[in-house]
């Protein structure tokens, strides 16, 4: 799985801020690759917005989130290829 560095600038335009983080990851139950954002310190983003960055390119958009004890809720959204 790839994304131009022009994305990564479309992301970071939308975002306002370069202040994100990219990092590849396998999830070994599934077979499946995937791409994980992560904004600010876990920052919620709008996940609509998102998808119309993604979706054009072949991507799908998932959003994981959960809520942590100490920081509240936290979130990430993890950028995958279309299966059909």
Not at 11 to 24: I, K, L, M, N, R
Not at 38 to 51: P, T
Not at 54 to 79: A, K, Q
């Amino acid at each position: 799985m790839r994304l131009k560095f022009s994305t990564l600038l479309k992301v970071q335009d939308y975002y306002g801020s370069s202040d994100f983080q990219v990092e590849a990851r396998y999830d070994r139950l599934d077979e499946e690759e995937y791409i994980m954002f992560r904004f600010g310190y876990w920052a919620e983003v709008n996940f609509q917005e998102l998808k119309e960055i993604f979706n054009p390119l072949g991507y799908e958009v998932e959003v994981s989130e959960w809520e942590d004890d100490d920081c509240g809720w936290l979130y990430s959204y993890n950028i995958k290829s279309i299966t059909l």
